[in-house]
């Protein structure tokens, strides 16, 4: 499904109303109808009658004045709470609020001095409707939009959001202030990028995508964001000839492990055989290798030169070379250690490999501190980093914060800086290909936030890669296969005590939801 960022929809708000000829009053008429619905469903659950609607002077607005007739109609009482003059609407907003006028629907004009009057009434209504802000908000919201909202969120009452909740940037995800925190958001025509990145994401409740009449030719080429579902992955996923055996499916190369890290290369590892691949082959420190052999036992292990540190050495370069034309991809990092000999062991590997390379943990502090990745060329092999905030702020030269303040901007930037796919991990991870496009996952909790997950996650993308997966279609189909897991997981388990393994231990089933089309997703999408 397309994910659009504000400006991108309201490119194509324009051109359906000036190049197709579809009138803003019937988008603004189908919107309001799709709002209605889930209100009406949600009231009938409840046996509720009382529905308060605070609309803003915007197009935002002019659909939460539909959703009252809409309501009004169905015998529901409704009363319009307006943040602006009745002078102050223009266009089709203005339409609607003479539609609302003329069926005697109840609309009071709210000022500072009625704002005490507006918390009685909304204390007593059974569903609040946020009809305030749009896609179209810079910054955080002022005087009384602001003071509405935190009284709409004092009050403690089911709020449905039109859109977006109103304080949340659309493009980015930020909340620069206050901001609806919504039980319900149904969000008109595709999903805007600040509804499924963080901190925006955590304001969005039960995420409904309305089909407003927008024809999706037109969606599909707006923009270059990509929600990714249980059905883009299954369309990625290669074929499995009957006739196939474990040199079809592909044999990965996983570099890992120092003292007291052999854990992450056998998670990765293990992760990577229940992705589908034929062979995993794991390079380690020789010393450690008779503690893996313990660990693994489908995985061949190697054992590899080492330094006085007992973590993978440049000395370890031929032997791994050797072996380069029998194996389809590489996974470079997991537990590796921040060894300076290690480190160009990462940087020569990079220089001289030419298939597809996962980059993650201390493999990508390695190349942070060498500046490896800014000397990457359009002949580097294939390339996918999976950085969490931390390490990608420390790619980029820039902070933490800065990374998470947009999240889609500092994955983009790493992905055409490095020319690479970038995976930045987290809530609502976002991976970005070279080329501009990018998708956003939903799946996942909090209980993934646990030492190993990575390693997991590093082990299904270099398992995908091996299989035969382009990079960016193995990122984005590994991190949702990787969160889906972690869902399940997270239902058998609980968030509070999973750990890494669990994840690997429901990879079978996940699999198995994808191929029988039986996976739910986060959001419904309403016709």
């Known amino acids: 499904m397309r994910l659009l960022t504000a400006a991108e929809m309201r490119a194509v708000d324009n051109h359906v109303i000036q190049e197709i000829g579809i009138p803003g009053m019937i988008l603004m008429e189908n919107a309001g109808r799709q709002v209605a619905g889930v209100a009406a469903t949600f009231l009938q659950a409840i046996d509720g009658r009382k529905v308060s609607i605070i609309c803003g002077k915007g197009n935002n607005g002019g659909d939460g004045l539909v959703a009252a007739r809409y309501l009004h109609n169905q015998g529901y009482r409704v009363r319009v ?47 609040i409707i946020d009809a305030v802000l749009g896609t179209g908000i810079k910054g955080a919201p002022r005087g009384l939009t602001k003071q509405v909202i935190d009284l709409v969120n004092d009050v403690d009452k089911t709020v449905l959001s039109v859109d977006v909740p109103s304080g949340i940037d659309a493009a980015t995800g930020a909340v620069p202030g206050a901001c609806i925190r919504a039980s319900m958001t149904v969000t008109l025509a595709a999903p805007k990028v600040g509804l499924l990145v963080y901190p925006g994401a955590d304001y969005v409740g039960e995420l409904f995508v309305a089909d407003i009449g927008i024809p999706l030719k037109v969606l599909d080429a707006a923009g270059r964001g990509t929600v990714v579902d249980a059905a883009l992955v299954k369309s990625v996923l290669p074929a499995r000839p009957a006739d196939g055996h474990k040199g079809t499916f592909g044999h990965l190369l996983i570099l890992a492990g120092s003292p007291g890290m052999t854990g992450a290369a056998a998670m990765a590892a293990e992760a990577a055989l229940r992705t589908g691949v034929g062979l995993v082959s794991v390079g380690i420190p020789q010393s450690l290798n008779d503690i893996l052999e313990v660990k693994l036992t489908e995985a061949m292990t190697i054992p590899l030169p080492e330094t006085a540190d007992r973590s993978l050495s440049i000395e370890a370069l031929p032997a791994i070379l050797e072996r380069m034309d029998r194996i389809d991809a590489v996974v470079i990092g997991p537990g590796l250690s921040l060894n300076p000999s290690t480190g160009q062991l990462v940087e020569a590997l990079l220089e001289k490999l030419s298939c597809p390379v996962v980059l993650d943990a201390d493999g990508l502090n390695l190349a942070a501190a060498q500046q490896v990745l800014q000397r990457r060329s359009s002949d580097s092999c ?8 931390g390490e990608m702020g420390r790619l980029l030269g820039c902070s933490t914060a800065e990374v998470q303040g947009d999240r889609l901007a500092a994955a983009r930037r790493a992905a055409e800086s490095f020319n690479c796919t970038a995976v930045l991990k987290g809530a609502g991870t976002v991976v970005a290909a070279a080329d501009g496009d990018f998708w956003v996952n939903t799946t996942g909790n909090v209980g993934m936030a646990t030492g190993g997950t990575g390693d997991v996650l590093s082990g299904i993308i270099g398992g995908l890669l091996a299989g035969g997966v382009e990079p960016t279609k193995a990122a984005f ?44 997703e986060q959001w419904s999408y309403l016709v």
């Open 477 to 520: 189909a590994g991190v949702y296969v990787h969160g889906l897991a972690g869902d399940a997981a997270a239902g058998h388990r609980g968030e509070i005590s999973l750990i890494a393994g669990d994840l690997i231990e429901r990879l079978s089933e996940v699999w198995q939801a994808i191929e029988r089309e039986e996976v739910k």
């Open 81 to 127: 709470f307006l943040l602006t003059r009745f002078d102050e609407l223009s266009g089709d907003t203005l339409a609607n609020y003479h539609i609302c006028g003329q069926l005697g629907i109840d609309m009071q004009e709210v000022d500072e001095r009625y704002l005490p009057k507006l918390r009685f009434c909304l204390s007593l209504t059974d569903l």
């Open 382 to 389: 294939p390339l996918v980093i999976t950085p969490h905030p």
